[in-house]
């Protein structure tokens, strides 16, 4: 299996998703091959839940990396897919991000985020 899928399964099963019960991993590679990962955080206050793939890159860019190749993000999901929040957020950093998109059955599918998110606004 691909090592960033690892990444996000593992990232995956620190998920504190009590409302919802359903866990999220994400694992983002920077340009220079370090990986940041992120589950998804609940709130008992729903709305200020954050996704798993926007915690990735909060870490990611609070420690210093500001460019990104690929994102695998990870749930028990049929066809998993990035919340049009995270893609926005995401596209701020790396419009052509290589998104791997898998579940817990083991399969994947890769996608562009330039693809998800068409005529996304940029400054
Ligand atoms: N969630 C993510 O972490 N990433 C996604 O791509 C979709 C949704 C989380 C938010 C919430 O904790 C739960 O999944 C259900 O929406």
Not at 21 to 50: I, M, P, Q, R
Not at 63 to 90: M, N
């Amino acid at each position: 299996m691909n090592e960033l899928v690892k990444k996000a399964i593992e990232a995956r099963q620190k998920s504190y998703s009590p409302y919802s019960k359903f866990a999220v991993g994400a694992a983002l590679e920077a340009e220079d091959g370090t990986v940041f990962t992120g589950c998804n955080v609940e709130n008992a206050s729903y709305g200020l839940t954050v996704c798993a793939e926007r915690i990735a890159l909060m870490k990611a860019v609070s420690e210093g990396a500001i460019k990104f190749r690929r994102i695998a993000i990870v749930a028990d999901h049929p066809q998993p897919t990035p919340c049009g929040a995270c893609r926005q957020v995401l596209y701020e950093f790396a419009p052509e991000l290589e998104i791997i998109l898998a579940n817990t059955k083991g399969e994947t599918e890769t996608v562009k985020l330039s693809n998800l998110l068409p005529k996304a606004f940029r400054f």
